[in-house]
């Protein structure tokens, strides 16, 4: 059989399953990490009691400990003390849970640069306190650093090729399970690799021009 009938019969498998499973998974595990790292940003940016530092530690942990290592831990170590989550729960929870430590990231340099100018605008609308007159910038510094978070999407997505390791049948457990039934590796990682462009290229390219967007519409350049 040629290879490229090989790719064919195989588009159906990757399509249906691996593909579409991957854009679910990233779509719900990135909108996660998003609310995720709004609210820790928040907890930091105003040093929240007890919260601030529980979010600490949460963050350090996050960022200091492989995604694999984290849905090991959710997958085979939850079900020992009798919580038991799905393999697709364990993938989303494990990629939100790494996904809002790095997006706080980029939002808490968001809060950070609200400006002087911004503080006094809100001032002018009668929002009297600092506090709150950073509370009324925050949505603006949310919408800037969307762009500068866009890279943190990218990585989740990628991040999603080690929910094989838990069995979801996602584009690299897909290619893996053909690659054994079959014995056709270059065409299948070809697929693999098409299938991950298809998905990464154009939203790099989106956030690219909405980074410059952004950046033109903040510095008026």
């Known amino acids: 059989m040629s290879s490229w009938a090989v790719i064919q019969q195989s588009l159906p498998m990757f399509g249906e399953k691996g593909f579409q499973l991957t854009l679910w998974l990233s779509f719900v595990g990135i909108i ?8 820790v940003s928040l907890l930091q940016y105003f040093k929240v009691p007890v919260l601030h530092q529980v979010v600490s530690i949460y963050v350090e942990v996050s960022r200091n400990t492989p995604l694999l290592i984290q849905l090991f831990f ?9 919580i038991k989550f799905g393999a697709e729960l364990c993938g989303i929870i494990g990629l939100i849970f790494l996904g809002g430590s790095y997006m706080a990231e980029g939002f808490t340099g968001g809060f950070n640069g609200v400006s002087k100018g911004q503080l006094e605008s809100g001032k002018a609308n009668r929002v009297e306190s600092l506090a709150a007159c950073q509370i009324h910038c925050l949505p603006t510094r949310i919408l800037t650093e969307r762009s500068g978070n866009g890279r943190q999407c990218v990585f989740l997505i990628k991040e999603t090729s080690i929910f094989t390791v838990i069995a979801i049948p996602e584009l690299t457990n897909t290619a893996l399970d053909l690659i054994g039934m079959y014995y056709r590796s270059n065409e299948y990682l070809l697929v693999l690799v098409v299938g991950y462009a298809i998905i990464l290229i154009p939203l790099s390219i989106i956030l690219t021009l909405l980074e410059k967007r952004v950046r033109y519409g903040s510095f008026g350049n």
């Open 32 to 39: 996660g990490s998003i609310i995720v790292g709004i609210i």
């Open 74 to 82: 959710l997958y085979y170590a939850f079900p020992v003390i009798g």
